[in-house]
């Protein structure tokens, strides 16, 4: 059974910093791209960054581009999302997500709201 769990949000002030992690489980994780979506208030998912499972291709939404870091560790099947130069527009439910050839799965997701 694959399991996806996120952790690492909460609330931050602008220009503030957030590291999110997520936790991979029943998977290969090392054969797998990794994505990180995110859900504001009222909107639909969207994407955010993704990984390869070497690491040496990463991809980012125009919005986030120079301020977050997506990374992975293979050897402990963790994703992660340094956000750094939070703003007020980056509030929202962030989600992990891979595809097999399978299924698509989805973490439960981490709340970050970006407020003074």
């Known amino acids: 059974q694959v399991q996806l769990v996120e952790s690492g949000g909460g609330l931050v002030q602008p220009g503030g910093s957030l590291r999110l992690s997520c936790a991979a489980s029943?998977?290969?994780?090392?054969?797998?791209?990794m994505f990180w979506y995110r859900q504001a208030p009222g909107k639909e998912r969207e994407f955010v960054a993704s990984?390869?499972?070497?690491?040496?291709?990463?991809d980012y939404d125009d919005s986030v581009k120079g301020r977050f870091t997506i990374s992975r560790d293979n050897s402990k099947s963790m994703l992660f999302l340094q956000m750094t130069s939070l703003k007020p527009e980056d509030t929202a439910v962030y989600y992990c997500?891979?595809?097999?050839?399978?299924?698509?799965?989805w973490g439960q997701g981490t709340q970050v709201t970006v407020s003074s």
């Open positions: 997500s891979t595809s097999t050839h399978e299924a698509t799965y």
């Open positions: 990984i390869i499972s070497t690491s040496t291709i990463t």
């Open positions: 029943g998977i290969a994780f090392d054969s797998y791209a």
